[in-house]
């Protein structure tokens, strides 16, 4: 075993594989927070202190906090600040973490590992997966030959399309970025203008949107039929404003990847958490 030691601090399932995998991979890896999944060789510790001493890298989970205060840590029964852990970490240590900030620890060497591109990408395959799972759930007729509609086309929206348009759904996006109209007439699906949006959308039985900009408001809603599945894929505050959408079939789904293919999107983060402490030669 190498004498490198790296902490897991907090998390989901997600972080339980990572650990796993840097036991595997000969790493001293000491686990906080995150309690009731299986960690592989990884050990357990009782205490933050402990977890934390000697360790050169501190990885945290995606996202790194809900509040900015505490550490993401839904499995474990008590709290973990980000300044206790700030404090009882080396001063030298490497802190990743998903979505984290310099501001979250300041003077500390940090490093956003969800800012990898590849991560990123990689994201969009369980959460267009999960997406479809929901509209599957919440339609009463198949997905194939519903009529759906894209709301943006970033990486979310092209995984997405390409998925739906395999089940034999008939996909339109609505965008405004010329790129993404090229990109929308190489995957083959249609471009709805926003002007045209209103006139539109009373059309679609199932709707996705992945803008995280308040583009689905009061008048748009009102158009749209109660019974046509909203799902809102965008990070907070999403992209369907919660007050006028009372009555409308709307579903928040946020964090897709970690509840619907932990396994996987575990196995992508510890690829990616790895690649980096290789990239910073710390191991």
Known sequence: MSNIKIAVIGG???????????AASGYECAVFALDGVDIGGATRCTELESALCDALAVVLPLPISRDRRCVNAP????????EDV???????????????????FEGRWVHDYYAKEELQLLNTIPTAEGAIAIAMEALPTTVHGTKCLI?????????????????????SVATRNPKE????????????????????ISGFGLIFNTVPAMLLTGELLQRVKDSTPIIDLA????????????????IWALGLPGKVAPVTAGEYISKTVIGILEEEKLI
């Not at 998903?98 to 979250?104: H, L, N, R, T």
């Open 235 to 250: 990070t907070h505050p999403g992209g369907v404003d919660s007050a006028a959408a009372k009555g409308k079939n709307v």
């Open 12 to 22: 989901d399932r997600r972080q339980g594989v990572l650990a796993a995998a840097l």
């Open 181 to 200: 109209k090229a990109v929308c007439r190489i995957l083959g699906v249609d471009v709805v203008e926003y002007p045209c949006l209103s006139k539109k």
């Open 151 to 171: 709301m943006g086309l970033g990486r979310v929206g092209k995984t997405l399309a390409l998925a739906l348009k395999g089940l034999g759904a008939e996909v």
């Open 75 to 82: 499995l474990y029964g008590g709290e973990v600040t980000l």
């Open 86 to 104: 700030d404090r009882l970490a080396s001063p030298t240590a490497l802190f990743l973490g998903g979505m984290i900030k310099q501001e979250d």
